[in-house]
């Protein structure tokens, strides 16, 4: 599947600014220095981040993630936003074969694993909060009475989206012994 | 009976080692033996992780986990302890979700003593996936340490697997201290 990859870096990560884009495969020094470089980076244009066959990733999408993970475990440094993109990049080439196999499911089901999802989130104000901070990263509004129902209704959207790379990935665990 | 000038007279075997006996009796009963239990550490943990989905970049994911731990020690004489039953133990919940299996990795035991000396040893088992709500048997060490010193701090470590699906994908380490 690696062999038919193309994953096309834009300037964000490879060539807008070559002191900066060195930084991601290099000592980049002082983190914080190096994360406002990858925040200025991720807002000076609506364009895609990276492809991946064809398929874009979200400039506002890539920025939002390193903004909850900041506000959640620290200073971002390198390695971290490296493993961030190396982790969205996975996620789309295993849904692109999952898609490829026809593997899905129904919405109903999407519905269900949402609720459970937010049952466990709400566990725990770290994690609910980082989804909220995502929620309001794409213009809902917590103080909104119907915030919940519009957080579920985006969340079901993307379960349904991101399912054949999730059934895809308990298939290939259930062929190995589910390990 | 007589030798070289020297008096010498025969001790019955019995005797001898009633006396040995006696000796080790009373420095046991200084250093009575001693049950360990852990005082810090013990207990529940709850933990973030991050999940790409696809249309939201990252969302996170709550795990928790419990873990409780116990060993014995009994001082053999008055500079070594023995300590034995360690065991290490809780559950993981969920132990699968959105990020893969969830599982403990238990790092090594590691030991030191009042003197100053330092003793490493492993576990039986380095980690396993552990049902949710399940005390997880595979963390069970029995294995046995002697110590040198007058007193003796355990430390237990471990982390969490979250699999290879979320970021982070091994959680903080968390140790758990015994104390004799």
């Known amino acids: 599947m690696l062999r038919r990859v193309k994953v096309v870096l834009l300037a964000a990560i490879i060539s807008l600014s070559p002191g900066i884009g060195a930084k991601i495969l290099r000592d980049a020094g002082p983190p914080p220095v190096w994360a406002e470089g990858v925040m200025l980076l991720a807002t000076t244009s609506g364009t895609p981040v990276a492809w991946v066959n064809e398929e874009p990733i979200d400039r506002e999408i890539f920025r939002s993630s390193l903004q909850t993970i900041e506000a959640t475990m620290g200073p971002l440094d390198p390695e971290t936003i490296q493993q961030v993109f190396n982790l969205i990049v996975q996620q789309i080439l295993l849904n692109q074969e999952g898609q490829r196999r026809g593997l899905g499911i129904p919405r109903e089901q999407a519905r269900q694993e949402v609720q459970a999802y937010l049952e466990r989130t709400r566990r725990d104000p770290t994690a609910w909060g980082a989804l909220v901070r995502q929620a309001e990263a794409r213009g809902l509004r917590p103080g909104d009475p119907d915030f919940l129902s519009q957080l579920t209704a985006q969340l079901e959207e993307s379960f349904v989206r991101s399912a054949p790379g999730r059934k895809l990935v308990a298939e290939i665990r259930k062929e190995a012994g589910g390990d | ?180």
């Not at chain 2, 053999?76 to 132990?95: C, R």
């Not at chain 2, 003197?115 to 060490?141: K, L």
Request: proline share 6%.
């Open chain 2, 1 to 180: 009976m007589i030798l070289d000038g020297k008096r010498y007279e025969r001790e019955e075997p019995s005797q001898n080692r009633l006396m040995k006996t006696r000796q080790v009796s009373t420095r046991m009963l200084a250093f009575p033996i001693a049950n360990s239990r852990a005082v810090s550490g013990d207990g529940y943990w709850p933990e973030v992780t991050y999940h790409p989905l696809e249309g939201w970049g990252f969302v996170p994911i709550y795990y928790g986990h419990r873990a409780n731990v116990n060993a014995s020690t009994r001082r053999i004489s008055s500079y070594n302890v023995y300590v034995s039953e360690q065991t290490f133990g809780g559950w993981v919940y969920p132990s699968e979700t959105e990020c893969g299996l969830s599982a403990w990795i238990l790092t090594q035991a590691y030991w030191y003593d009042a003197c100053g000396a330092h003793y490493i040893s492993g576990w039986y088992s380095t980690g396993t996936i552990c049902p949710p709500e399940y005390s997880c048997e595979n963390f069970r060490s029995t294995q046995a340490f002697f110590l040198g010193g007058f007193s003796i701090y355990g430390s237990f470590q471990s982390r969490l697997w979250y699999g290879n699906g979320c970021f982070p994908n091994i959680g903080p380490i968390h140790e758990i201290r015994v104390y004799p």
